[in-house]
């Protein structure tokens, strides 16, 4: 008697241990940015953002994925000139701009944008030209959603925050001047980048005893402790 009372109390307790685990996703958070970058004044040329970490308490981290939401940028280029005779500026720039973690970069791209000055006659006044251009550089800021790498889950795991970084890395800036007579190049770019990063996990949620389910495992250790105390 005793042998099947603990036969069934060891059935009871493998049953309420083998509860299915199932698949979720939890948000990280969602973080605005705004950069700027200019050559010829002070800018906010990077950005901080926290996001919540992955809580290992809640299961097995799947999956780790940066969003890139609704970025807008430009590049304004002057080329500017002044007092300049049968002279020419022109101007260009291409700002590098990047969402890193640490020294991981996860989104990086970037815009160009280019401007002319000429003048065939001496000038006292600047003869400028501005360009507002929103032109990408090939395969900027793809993909969108970023499945990043297990190897770099790491820093997501914990009871804290992870910083990912926005930033305008390198204007870019360049410009030519011909000046046969004289001229002053007074040229000058600059760059904007704004929008919304995200990030979420996917992971295996923990298994948890539901209520019969613990009655099962209370009613099981209760006929294992019987048989101990007959056997």
């Given at each position: 008697m005793a042998r099947m009372m603990k036969a069934a109390g060891m059935a009871m307790l493998l049953a309420a241990a083998t509860l299915p685990a199932g698949a979720a996703?939890?948000?990280?958070?969602?973080?605005?940015?705004?950069?700027?970058?200019?050559?010829?004044?002070?800018?906010?040329?990077?950005?901080a953002m926290a996001f919540n970490q992955f809580n290992p308490a809640l299961?097995?981290?799947?999956?780790?994925?940066?969003?890139?939401?609704?970025?807008?940028g430009g590049v304004v280029v002057t080329a500017s000139l002044i007092d300049g005779l049968l002279a020419s500026v022109t101007a260009s720039a291409s700002p590098q701009m990047s969402i890193a973690q640490a020294a991981t970069t996860l989104f990086a791209g970037g815009y160009t944008a280019n401007a002319g000055c000429e003048v065939t006659e001496l000038v006292v006044?600047?003869?400028?030209?501005?360009?507002?251009?929103?032109?990408?550089?090939?395969?900027?800021?793809?993909?969108?959603?970023?499945?990043?790498?297990?190897?770099?889950?790491?820093?997501?795991?914990?009871?804290?925050t992870v910083e990912l970084t926005a930033a305008i890395v390198d204007i870019g800036f360049q410009t030519t001047l011909i000046a046969p007579f004289f001229g002053t190049n007074n040229s000058h770019a600059m760059a904007l980048w704004s929008g919304l990063v995200q990030v979420t996990y996917s992971y295996t949620e923990a298994a948890t005893p539901e209520p019969a389910s613990l009655a099962l495992l209370g009613a099981g250790l209760a006929l294992l402790g019987l048989a101990r105390r007959r056997g």
């Amino acid at each position: 008697m005793a042998r099947m009372m603990k036969a069934a109390g060891m059935a009871m307790l493998l049953a309420a241990a083998t509860l299915p685990a199932g698949a979720a996703t939890i948000s990280g958070g969602t973080q605005g940015f705004s950069v700027s970058a200019y050559t010829n004044a002070p800018g906010t040329p990077s950005q901080a953002m926290a996001f919540n970490q992955f809580n290992p308490a809640l299961g097995t981290l799947s999956g780790v994925s940066v969003s890139l939401l609704n970025p807008t940028g430009g590049v304004v280029v002057t080329a500017s000139l002044i007092d300049g005779l049968l002279a020419s500026v022109t101007a260009s720039a291409s700002p590098q701009m990047s969402i890193a973690q640490a020294a991981t970069t996860l989104f990086a791209g970037g815009y160009t944008a280019n401007a002319g000055c000429e003048v065939t006659e001496l000038v006292v006044m600047p003869c400028s030209q501005a360009v507002d251009s929103l032109v990408p550089m090939p395969g900027s800021f793809m993909p969108n959603p970023l499945p990043l790498m297990s190897a770099n889950w790491a820093p997501f795991i914990g009871p804290g925050t992870v910083e990912l970084t926005a930033a305008i890395v390198d204007i870019g800036f360049q410009t030519t001047l011909i000046a046969p007579f004289f001229g002053t190049n007074n040229s000058h770019a600059m760059a904007l980048w704004s929008g919304l990063v995200q990030v979420t996990y996917s992971y295996t949620e923990a298994a948890t005893p539901e209520p019969a389910s613990l009655a099962l495992l209370g009613a099981g250790l209760a006929l294992l402790g019987l048989a101990r105390r007959r056997g």
